[in-house]
C-alpha cells in the first residue's frame, strides 16, 4: 500500500483550521489516503515550508497571514494566483531529472464562484454588492468577471474606499476581456438601488457586527451569502438577510469545502463531491 500523502495547512493562529477534518472527509470519499497536518508560522514562512518539503510533504494550503509570503516563495503560479497576487496552495512538482519546483494557486475564488454556482444564485444579468475589500475580496472578484458568467455590474463598498478603487483598477489592468460594469464607493456613497446578490466579505461577522448597510438594500435582493462561517450555518449577517427577507442566504462554509476541494484536485488529480463533503464537514462541526 502507498504512504499516505503529506499535506498541511500553514498559518497564524492556526490551532483551529478545520481544513485537516474537510480533506479526511475527502481522503474516505476518492479512497486517497492523506496525512494532513497544521503548522503554525511564528518565524519565517519560507523556512516552515522549505522545511516540511524537505520532510516528505507534497502540498500546503496557506492561510492567514502568510499568503502573500506563499506567492513570493513559489517558482511558478496559476492565472488564479498571479491575478490575486496570493497564494492558498502549494504543490510540490518533481521532473524526470529529479528537479524539484513549487506551483502556487489560488483556490478562493473559484471556490466561491463553485459555490456559488451549486447554490444558484442570480448571477446572469444580476447587480452584485461585494461588501468589504480587503484580501478575500481580491480572490473572489477573478471569476465573477468571466463574461461566460453574465453578470452585469459589481459594486465594492468599503470604509476604505481606496482599497476598494485599487481592487477595480488593478482588475481592469488585467484586461480580462470583462464587460462587468466595476465601481467602488463608501457606505455613505452607497445608491439605494436594488442589488439581487450581496456578498459580505468583511471579517464583521466574526467580532458579531453588522456592516452599515440600509435596510432596504437588504429587503431588494434575492440571495446573500456570507463568506464567514460557523458551524451552524448562521451568522449574524445571514441572520439579519434572513429577518429581512431575502429569500436564499448562506454561510461561507460551501465556499472553504469548495476551495479546499480545488486544492486536492490540484494535488490528487481527482475532484472531490462538494455538496456530500459539505454535508458531512457540516455534521462532523455540529
Ligand atoms: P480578509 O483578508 O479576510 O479580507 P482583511 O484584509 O483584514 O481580511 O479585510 C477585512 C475587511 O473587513 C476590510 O474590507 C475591512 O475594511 P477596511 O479595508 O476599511 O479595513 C473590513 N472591516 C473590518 N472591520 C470593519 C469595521 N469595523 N467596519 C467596516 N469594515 C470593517
Not at 129 to 157: C, Q, S, Y
Not at 237 to 245: R, S
Not at 257 to 282: E, K, Y
Amino acid at each position: 500500500m502507498s504512504q499516505p500523502l503529506k499535506l498541511t495547512v500553514f498559518g497564524n493562529p492556526i490551532a483551529h483550521s478545520i481544513s485537516p477534518l474537510v480533506h479526511s472527509v475527502f481522503a474516505a470519499q476518492t479512497g486517497i489516503a492523506v496525512d494532513y497536518g497544521r503548522i503554525k508560522v511564528e518565524g519565517s514562512f519560507k523556512d516552515a515550508a522549505t522545511a516540511f518539503f524537505e520532510a516528505g510533504g507534497v502540498g500546503c494550503n496557506v492561510t492567514v497571514p502568510c499568503k502573500p509570503d506563499a506567492f513570493a516563495l513559489v517558482d511558478h503560479c496559476t492565472k488564479s494566483a498571479e491575478i490575486a497576487q496570493v497564494v492558498n496552495t502549494i504543490k510540490l512538482e518533481v521532473a524526470a531529472d529529479g528537479t524539484r519546483t513549487l506551483l502556487g494557486d489560488n483556490t478562493d475564488g473559484r471556490g466561491l464562484f463553485t459555490d456559488l454556482v451549486r447554490l444558484q444564485a442570480p448571477l446572469a444579468g444580476s447587480n452584485i454588492l461585494i461588501i468589504g475589500a480587503g484580501g478575500a475580496t481580491r480572490g473572489i472578484v477573478p471569476p465573477l468577471l468571466d463574461p461566460e458568467v453574465g453578470i452585469a455590474r459589481i459594486t465594492i463598498v468599503n470604509r476604505t474606499v481606496s482599497k476598494a478603487q485599487d481592487i477595480i483598477a488593478d482588475m481592469q489592468a488585467l484586461q480580462l476581456g470583462s464587460k462587468v460594469e466595476l465601481s467602488a464607493c463608501s457606505f455613505a456613497e452607497l445608491k439605494p438601488e436594488a442589488y439581487s446578490v450581496i456578498i459580505n466579505a468583511t471579517s464583521l461577522s466574526l467580532k458579531g457586527e453588522l456592516p452599515e448597510i440600509k435596510d432596504e438594500l437588504y429587503r431588494q435582493a434575492r440571495f446573500a451569502y456570507d463568506l464567514f462561517y460557523t458551524p451552524q450555518g448562521t451568522t449574524v449577517f445571514t441572520e439579519h438577510c434572513k429577518a429581512l427577507g431575502v429569500p436564499a442566504v448562506y454561510d461561507g462554509l460551501g465556499m472553504l469545502v469548495g476551495q479546499a476541494a480545488l486544492s486536492f484536485a490540484l494535488w490528487t488529480g481527482v475532484m472531490p463531491d462538494v455538496g456530500a463533503a459539505l454535508a458531512q464537514v457540516r455534521a462532523q462541526l455540529g
